[in-house]
């Protein structure tokens, strides 16, 4: 990294210190984050509004296909950035070129939505250029690092060539106009591919990534997503007032979407990410792919209570129940991808286990009751409370498991 942080000169990249004391996110990093606030916006939007016109298949398949495009683009940059971070004009300008990439990718995700609905073919055009944009950039990133930094020259040499490869995979893809069977066909393998990357080229030796700068940056990626989940719940609640102004019901709404938000980013970082990853680095790649469901499944809340503000300004045509399970599974989904990861990291913890069954079961009743006619507000009060009662148990005596796991990893770490 530069020494004079006046100045943004020429710096060689050759790879950061992976103990670096105090190391934290950058503000391009923050800034480059914001692109991506954009893009969970619009996947999130899209995504409530199939699920709300009853068109389930399509808007699923276009926010796996969009959510996998975005995730997985940041997270190469994410752990490029903690190994090679030089913060010189040339890294600032390279990464302005991958922030184009990722605005490119959300302006073709609408009319990639409409596409599916129309049945006839895939209109991804625009989200592969900005994907093989921000790919092409990170492969430029990738050579110059070759050039820099001599010790680790085959690893980056092996990154940039397997890049360069499945991009034209990519290419192709953007050229060759097919129908939506034939198109998914052709980039589930290319996505096997993206992320058989860092496995080949890490084979023989690993990147001077920093364990705590990367916990850092996936919790920050996590609060964005948890953003799209407060803009579903102020519509929601907007619904609620514009129908019938402010009520008791109102204020169980806010509540409710506010509650959820906030129950997910306390149950996230109940998970010592840092200290974990610091002390098993061979687990980054389960941690690194791990949260890619686990950020999905975030925004996928974000669209369920975008849902359930089409439900309440009946411009829904699916049921309650329909609708308060468009957030329950989400949400169970996150849990329970959270609890693996955190068994993975920390070994299994039955206080954490029993909790997220309570909660898997809780959410269930919750679309048990609207479908019985309970309404979506106190439907998603009663998600709250499942989430509530999942941080009290885990205060209560969450903490001994986890600091016991960790005394267990600092002595088998010598």
């Known amino acids: 990294m530069s020494t004079n942080p006046l100045r943004h000169a020429l710096s060689r990249m050759g790879g950061r210190d992976p103990y670096e004391k105090h190391r934290t996110a950058t503000p391009l990093e923050l800034f480059f984050d914001l692109t991506f606030v954009i893009a969970f916006s619009v996947a999130a939007n899209q995504l409530a509004h199939n699920v709300a016109e009853a068109h389930f298949g399509a808007g699923l398949l276009g926010f796996c296909y969009a959510m996998f495009a975005v995730i997985w683009a940041w997270v190469n940059f994410t752990w490029f950035a903690s190994a090679y971070d030089t913060d010189d004009w040339v890294f600032r300008v390279v990464t302005m070129v991958q922030m184009l990439g990722v605005l490119i990718l959300a302006m073709g995700i609408e009319p990639m939505f409409h596409s599916l609905l129309e049945g006839d073919h895939v209109n991804n055009v625009a989200i592969l250029i900005g994907y093989i944009v921000m790919r092409l950039a990170l492969v430029f990133q990738w050579l110059r690092a070759a050039r820099q930094d001599p010790g680790r020259k085959e690893i980056c040499l092996r990154y940039a060539r397997y890049l360069a490869v499945v991009q034209v995979g990519w290419i192709l893809a953007l050229v060759?106009?097919?129908?939506?069977?034939?198109?998914?066909?052709?980039a589930a393998p290319l996505f096997v591919l993206e992320m058989s990357v860092p496995r080949l080229a890490e084979r023989k030796a690993s990147t001077p990534w920093h364990a705590h700068h990367i916990a850092e940056r996936y919790g920050l990626l996590a609060i964005i997503a948890l953003g799209e989940c407060l803009i579903g719940a102020i519509e929601t609640?907007?619904?609620?007032?514009a129908l019938h102004g402010w009520s008791l019901e109102a204020a169980v709404?806010?509540?409710?979407?506010?509650?959820?938000?906030?129950?997910?980013?306390?149950?996230?970082f109940i998970l010592p990410s840092g200290k974990s990853l610091h002390l098993q680095r061979h687990r980054s790649y389960l941690f690194g792919y791990g949260h890619m469901i686990i950020f999905?499944?975030?925004a996928a809340t974000g669209a369920g209570l975008h849902v359930a503000a089409y439900f309440i300004d009946h411009e829904a045509h699916i049921s309650a129940a329909a609708?308060?399970?468009?957030?329950?599974?989400?949400?169970?989904?996150?849990?329970v991808s959270l609890t693996l990861l955190y068994t993975a990291m920390l070994g299994p913890d039955k206080h954490v286990l029993w909790s997220t069954g309570m909660v898997a079961a809780v959410l269930a009743g919750s679309v048990a009751l609207a479908a019985a006619g309970v309404s979506v507000p106190l439907c998603m009060l009663v998600m709250v409370l499942a989430l509530g009662v999942s941080i009290a148990l885990d205060e209560r005596s969450g903490h001994k498991g986890r600091a016991a796991a960790l005394?267990?990893?600092e002595a088998a770490a010598g």
């Open 176 to 186: 060759v106009d097919t129908d939506v069977l034939t198109t998914f066909l052709l």
């Open 407 to 409: 005394r267990r990893l």
């Open 237 to 241: 609640l907007r619904a609620i007032v």
């Open 323 to 335: 609708t308060i399970a468009w957030i329950a599974v989400p949400v169970a989904i996150f849990k």
């Open 253 to 268: 709404v806010g509540l409710g979407g506010t509650g959820l938000a906030f129950g997910m980013w306390w149950i996230y």
């Open 296 to 298: 999905a499944a975030i």
